[in-house]
């Protein structure tokens, strides 16, 4: 499977950026899809994820409504569409799919988030 994230870049606090994840490789409308992060000395944390018909989204808590994921299955595509950014979202992007106990990550996007 090969997963690659685009869209990542400096952006101004307050700003929003579309973060996009297509996929190969593997059958992606069975696949849920998510995004993760990892900030600079942080963990890698869970930031959203859509079921593999889009029929339901999850979103971290922290993020208070700033962030939508959707998907194209058509494209075999995830979109991250960013509001509102802070510093605190600066990180790198990860796009997450799984299946099962099958899970397959890209390489990730940074986001940096300044004035």
């Known amino acids: 499977a090969q997963l690659v994230e685009s869209g990542g870049g400096l952006v101004q606090p307050g700003g929003s950026l579309k973060l996009s994840c297509v996929v190969s490789?593997?059958?992606?409308?069975?696949?849920?899809m998510a995004w993760y992060r990892q900030g600079p000395g942080k963990q890698r944390e869970f930031v959203a994820r859509i079921t593999s018909g889009a029929q339901e989204t999850n979103y971290a808590d922290s993020l208070e409504g700033r962030f939508t994921i959707s998907r194209d299955n058509a494209k075999k595509s995830v979109y991250l569409e960013m509001f509102g950014l802070r510093p605190e979202d600066t990180a790198v992007y990860y796009c997450n799919a799984a299946r099962y106990m099958t899970s397959y990550w890209g390489k990730g996007t940074l986001v940096t988030v300044s004035s």
């Open positions: 490789g593997i059958p992606f409308d069975f696949y849920a």
